[in-house]
């Protein structure tokens, strides 16, 4: 089938149902569906309906379908509508990794009733194991189900494996290999289960060479090598090398679009991570923190303004180009500092020298400085004020160069201090680079006029 | 094994053996690596360097390593290095949506030369089916590859499949049961084939409630609907529901990285898509456009001060909140729009309308503008200016709520007209409000101060 596409028809249709306790008719319809496209559904219902839709489903397809929530989303809804025995039901079917997520959004006296409650006491232990890790590590990423074997072990007994693990284990694209010591020795592939013959001993298929990681590294780093090796799944192990769990590539996905979302939210300025359909005070509240330090800054340039304020009574026509200043420093400010976290966030091996960074900074920047001086020179003979064109023209490359040289800076600093650089390519380059434009200007009008 | 970090030792090391030749030390050491990592080493060494490794390598890793090389970084090495049957043994062994993406960059006679001297007409066929979709639909992402079992079959036939098409498929996660007429009608998973008796009958396991998609689906949504679904994989048909090919997850992690980087460079104002390793003279031009236009924008906002300057000339305090006006627009204005681009981007399944975003948006405005309201006012009064209490205070507020509806317009109107929305959360939105603002402030001003 297609994708499904949620209609308002159709959701008015099921919201009727509902009113109508029409179960045959709601249970039907949500046979149809899977288990992401019901929760697409229960997003948009209120949590009292959703509740009564998530218990006509079986518990293992209604866990399935909470797993498709946000976990953020799915601690209100749960705090409201459900019992702690019909939590831990559900959560006794999640992955280990899903079920430590939404575990780390409850309050603790709720989450240590659910582990206490929990049917499956192996859930219970990984809940416990994986709950040490933050959430932004290969450890906070992982998953405890996986298939393991040993040497000596043959495909037969590899396929039984799989079969115990079953209802554990939702996707599986390999069986771990490992020794004695829980040590991991390499993979064998479910391609090459398949081909091989049912006697064949798992040291004569498995494959040695893999890449795996440790519990520590970060998700970003963690994404970049399944995406560079193009890894359906990356095993986990701790320093001395034992098998502790397997990061899937759909976690990972989750993780890559999130990040880039939040890089783009940070780089509007905006502190929180927020959505379109959050409060009006939630909303309100993301913003203020960047407005006001911009606000700040525009008064830092209102200060340097009122230095300058009899330059500017004597020749008013100064005032015109303050635009000008501020926003070309800004834009090119952001351009540059771009680039940087771009080039950062790729951790190309070999990156370029600080040295070599501003040399071609500053190349990029004369020639665009000069292009944009000259467009604002010839305003300036059009408007009938040729006096100001060495001003304007100046002002301008040295507000290219100077917001080139910030836009470069910032990030690798930010980098360095351990802070998310994209938060520099953002509001804080913008006002910094107003303050500067405009000082610049000031200062070269002031210097040049006064000679005349 | 860990994944591997090329260091800047190791490549002069690397680039040592290769000036002596030294082809043992040399096949050593790319035997260690996997196919990323020596293409990562083929990066940062010459054309000719690059060359002779590639030629240490069996044609068979060879063909991996350059799969793992961006296409357009590939075309200039290939016209420079390979001869049109050196090209044709690696692209023989490529999966077939890596072929045409590589023919796709090089000039139509190499492109024919090649197809025709191929040795494997299966992957030539291939190629010239999939020459026909644009890059960026499910048509363009899709590779012919495939394993394919009619119902009917038993597993052990599936496995022979499986066997027959080892050799040209890498990765293998199901296979598609089709019709007599090649219609899509289920898939197998490979654990459900490992897991069945040899000669229990494909129609017995497979698996009808599939989601495939159709050749024209946009990357986007494939993309989309991919991480929704948790898929590894997605068949892809056409319009009658013929099995044409799949979509593998790592194409579509590929997508979705550059889409991010794409969306980010257009909200920072960069035009073309460049890297900072780029050339002087292709940064500067991938900027120019923007600034050029922000260039204008500001010295439209200067014929605006143009024709305030006798009110300028009376109070030339005005002057110093020319730069608060239009940076506080700008940074409402990406604020707001950057969360509209997000929400078109999320495509979540009933969106607001215009109205509710507007109303919405003007509540936020108001209580933002109302902060930076009083701030800006508290200032006002620090520098003994009260008279410009109102004029600030009021202008303001209202540059809040227009840039927030500009914000919010414009992505809306781009996304109408088929525009990537992005771009509005750019330089588009900046230039815009820096006029706005200026506009509004003078003309608040301007009647503000004459009634007085």
Redesign the interface.
């Known amino acids: ?3 499904f ?4 028809e159709y ?1 008015l249709a099921i919201e009727e149902a509902i009113e109508n306790r029409n179960t045959e008719y709601l249970t039907a319809e949500l046979e149809e569906h ?1 288990p ?1 496209d019901i929760a ?1 559904i229960l ?2 219902v209120n949590g009292e309906q959703a509740h009564y839709l998530l218990q006509l489903l079986d518990t293992e397809k209604g866990a399935e379908v909470l797993s498709n929530i946000e976990k953020e989303d799915l601690k209100k809804f749960i705090k409201e509508q459900f019992t702690v025995e019909e939590i831990s039901t559900y959560v006794n079917l999640f992955d280990s990794d899903d079920a430590v997520d939404l575990l780390n959004q409850l309050p603790i006296e709720f989450r240590e009733k659910i582990i206490a409650s929990l049917e499956d006491r192996e859930q219970a232990r990984f809940i416990i194991d994986l709950m040490h890790y933050p959430e932004d590590v290969a450890g906070g990423l992982m998953q405890k189900e996986l298939v393991k074997v040993k040497m000596g072990q043959t495909v037969s007994e590899c ?1 039984e494996e ?2 115990d693990q ?1 209802e554990n284990v939702d ?3 390999a069986v771990y290999v490992v020794d004695d010591h829980q040590i991991l020795k390499g993979i064998v592939s ?2 090459q ?3 091989a013959r049912r006697n064949t001993r798992v040291e004569n298929i498995f494959e040695e ?6 519990t520590t590294k970060s998700g970003d ?1 963690v994404a970049q ?1 399944m ?4 890894l ?1 799944a990356i095993p986990v192990v701790n320093a001395l090398g034992r098998l502790l769990g397997v990061i899937m ?2 976690d990972v ?2 993780f ?2 999130e990040k ?2 939040d ?3 940070k ?4 502190t929180d991570d ?4 959050d409060s ?2 939630k ?2 509240k993301s ?2 923190p ?3 330090i ?6 830092m ?3 340097v ?2 230095q300058f ?1 009899n330059i ?2 004597r020749i ?2 100064l ?6 200043m ?3 420093g ?3 400010g ?2 540059t ?7 950062l966030s790729e951790k ?3 990156e ?1 020298s600080l040295g070599q ?1 501003l040399v ?1 900074v500053v ?2 920047a004369l ?2 400085g000069i ?2 001086g000259i ?2 020179g010839v ?1 300036v003979y059009i ?1 009938g004020e040729p006096d100001l064109f060495w001003v304007v023209f100046l002002s301008l490359i040295s507000v290219v160069i100077l917001a080139s040289f910030m836009g470069t800076i910032t990030p690798l600093v930010l980098e360095k201090f351990g802070v998310n650089p994209a938060i520099a ?1 953002g ?1 804080f380059i ?2 910094a680079n ?1 303050l500067i434009g ?1 000082g610049t200007y000031f200062l070269i009008a002031s210097s040049l006029l006064n000679l005349q």
């Open positions: 089938m297609a994708a596409e949620l209609t308002k959701l899977f992401a697409a997003y948009e396929v799989i079969r079953a996707k599986v694209y479910l391609k289960l398949v081909l060479d893999i890449v795996y990681v440790d780093e090598i995406q560079k090796y193009d359906e590539i759909d996905i989750d890559i679009t880039a979302e890089d783009i939210q780089m509007a300025g905006i927020v959505e379109e359909d009006v005070w909303l309100a913003r203020i960047w407005l006001v911009g606000v700040f800054g525009s008064l340039a209102a200060s303004i009122h304020e500017l009574a008013s026509a005032a015109m180009f303050i635009p000008i501020g926003s070309t800004g834009n090119v952001i351009q500092s771009s680039l940087i976290v771009q080039s190309t091996p070999l370029m960074r071609k190349q990029v020639i665009n292009i944009v467009v604002a305003y408007i390519s509001p913008t006002t107003d405009i």
